[in-house]
Antibody
Framework: QVHLQESGPGLVKPSETLSLTCTVS????????WTWIRQPPGKGLEWIGY???????NYNPSLKSRVTISVDTSQSRFSLNLTSVTAADTAIYFC????????????WGQGTLVTVSS | DIQMTQSPSSLSASVGDTVTIACRTS??????LAWYQQKPGKAPKLLIY???TLQSGVPSRFSGSGSGTDFTLTISSLQPEDFATYFC?????????FGQGTKLEIK
């Protein structure tokens, strides 16, 4: 059973860059699509984007100008960078694996809360 | 982008009841719809994909139906562990938008 674990700072200052990493264990990172999804406290889910194991990416148009998602298959991990953050970016950030048979998510990390505040 | 509308936003029911949650999309997505269950402090859990295919390990009291723009999640014979928030998600093409959620509470 593949396991995903998010890591990174829990507090980021406004205008700075939010950086998170998701480490994949007990399963292969290759031939899968790896995704970041966020959830402001008490609110709904927002798809941020994905990176395929070959490095191809696709981002939510609402965040595209500020988002970069990358993969390091040698370290079995993928990362999220979100620039110029504001309080509106405060959320629980989840990493997830897209299922082999479609663009839905069958494995998730536990989530990590990132607060944007000075 | 395609908009997702879930209804109701909240729902009260009793153990043993049958409940239905609706998800409507602003454009047709054939059957590319998934449903998730989320409990407080936890990641969402995949229940159903392709509108009606039950994810492995999910109890058969969960069922999904619909195509095009209108979809439903039905939970039969509610169990105590089913009280949670439910989200729909389109999985036809990016962006893979989620519905705003339906909170199912104990009456």
């Amino acid at each position: 059973q593949v396991h995903l674990q998010e890591s990174g700072p829990g507090l980021v200052k406004p205008s700075e860059t939010l950086s998170l990493t998701c480490t994949v264990s007990d399963g292969s990172i290759t031939n899968y699509c790896w995704t970041w999804i966020r959830q402001p406290p008490g609110k709904g889910l927002e798809w941020i984007g994905y990176v395929y194991s070959n490095g191809n990416t696709n981002y939510n148009p609402s965040l595209k100008s500020r988002v970069t998602i990358s993969v390091d298959t040698s370290q079995s991990r993928f990362s999220l960078n979100l620039t110029s953050v504001t309080a509106a970016d405060t959320a629980i950030y989840f990493c997830a694996r897209e299922a082999f048979s479609g663009s839905f998510y069958d494995h998730w990390g536990q989530g990590t809360l990132v607060t944007v505040s000075s | 982008d395609i908009q997702m509308t879930q209804s109701p936003s909240s729902l009260s029911a009793s153990v043993g009841d049958t409940v239905t949650i609706a998800c409507r999309t602003s454009q047709g997505i054939t059957n590319f719809l998934a449903w998730y269950q989320q409990k407080p402090g936890k990641a969402p859990k995949l229940l159903i994909y392709a509108a009606s295919t039950l994810q492995s390990g999910v109890p058969s009291r969960f069922s999904g139906s619909g195509s095009g723009t209108d979809f439903t999640l039905t939970i039969s014979s509610l169990q105590p562990e089913d009280f949670a928030t439910y989200f729909c998600q389109k999985h036809d093409r990016a962006p893979y938008t989620f519905g705003q959620g339906t909170k199912l509470e104990i009456k």
